[in-house]
């Protein structure tokens, strides 16, 4: 085989393995397959998991320790282990093959919610985008534990993930990312109280219906939308009457309906 053959046949091995890696920064860890390529060794050259104990076991050596290297860090230090008595001048490449080690949790209100086993340096826009993004309309927040549960929850606002960079906010493995439908409190003297999903286009007689509606006692001359330090008052009988118009709610208003005096 010729030298510039043996040349292009590297370059190959190195373009499939940037293919398949996403990030030349990801760190090896265990769960993750590596594809190993020694040229000229078919024996050598197959898949190998990476065990518990962030190593792999290859043939002649036994364990080699690649837990936290990059693929080309593992690549170089299976070389050197290969040359010391086994190769001469052994032409290694590694690329991770299945990603398994560092994953993600996605939950509540997106396309696709489940694990996610991140490629290298993510960010939480971009973790949004694997999983298919936002389904619900009114989605006021994202809540991100670090290293899963019992770590330390912030809360973020999703109208500004984009707008002063918080999407650009770097995501690990362990993480918990969850996106709480955003929702309507209706409070008072209704059947049900208690929350219920939002929706664009909800309106306040709709919002007391779903929750079983008024109770007997209620006066529905006295209901407000509480809407941050907002106090919105609705004449309830009158929309019922179609003598005014139904008002839209937001999400995270609470509709509070208020007693009958009499």
Same mark, same amino acid.
């Given at each position: ?6 040349i292009l046949a590297l370059l190959l091995f190195s373009a499939v393995a940037m293919a398949q890696q996403a990030s030349p920064e990801y760190r090896i860890g265990p769960g993750d397959v590596l ?62 093959? %299945?990603?398994?080690?560092?994953? *993600?949790?996605?939950?509540? @209100? =997106? &396309?696709?919610? +489940?694990? #996610? ?9 971009e973790l949004l985008g694997q999983v298919g993004g936002v389904s619900k309309e009114g989605v006021d927040e994202i809540r991100l534990t670090r290293g899963g549960e019992g770590g330390e929850t ?50 306040? %007689?709709?919002?007391?219906?779903? *929750?079983?509606?008024?109770? @007997? =006692? &209620?006066?529905? +001359?006295? #209901? ?39």
């Amino acid at each position: 085989m010729s030298q510039l053959l043996r040349i292009l046949a590297l370059l190959l091995f190195s373009a499939v393995a940037m293919a398949q890696q996403a990030s030349p920064e990801y760190r090896i860890g265990p769960g993750d397959v590596l594809k190993v390529q020694v040229w000229g060794e078919e024996d050598l050259s197959r898949s190998f998991p990476v065990n518990d104990q962030g190593q792999l076991d290859f043939p002649f050596l036994g364990p080699v320790a690649v837990g936290g290297q990059t693929a080309s860090e593992a690549s170089a230090a299976l070389r050197d282990r290969l040359q010391q008595g086994y190769l001469l001048d052994p032409q290694v490449t590694i690329w991770v093959e %299945s990603f398994g080690s560092q994953p *993600v949790q996605v939950l509540g @209100a =997106v &396309a696709r919610p +489940g694990l #996610v086993y991140v490629r290298g340096p993510t960010t939480l826009l971009e973790l949004l985008g694997q999983v298919g993004g936002v389904s619900k309309e009114g989605v006021d927040e994202i809540r991100l534990t670090r290293g899963g549960e019992g770590g330390e929850t912030q809360v973020l606002s999703y109208e500004r993930l984009v707008a002063d960079g918080t999407g650009g906010l770097l995501i690990a493995g362990g993480d918990v990312v969850f996106i709480p439908e955003s929702q309507v409190h209706v409070l008072g003297q209704v059947v049900r109280p208690g929350p219920i999903a939002y929706r664009e286009g909800l309106t306040v %007689s709709r919002c007391i219906s779903a *929750v079983g509606g008024a109770a @007997a =006692v &209620a006066s529905l +001359g006295r #209901v407000w939308i509480l809407r941050g330090d907002e106090r919105i008052r609705v004449n309830l009988r009158r929309i019922l009457r179609g003598k005014a118009e139904d008002v839209v709610v937001q999400g995270g208003d609470r509709i509070f309906v208020g007693e009958s005096v009499f």
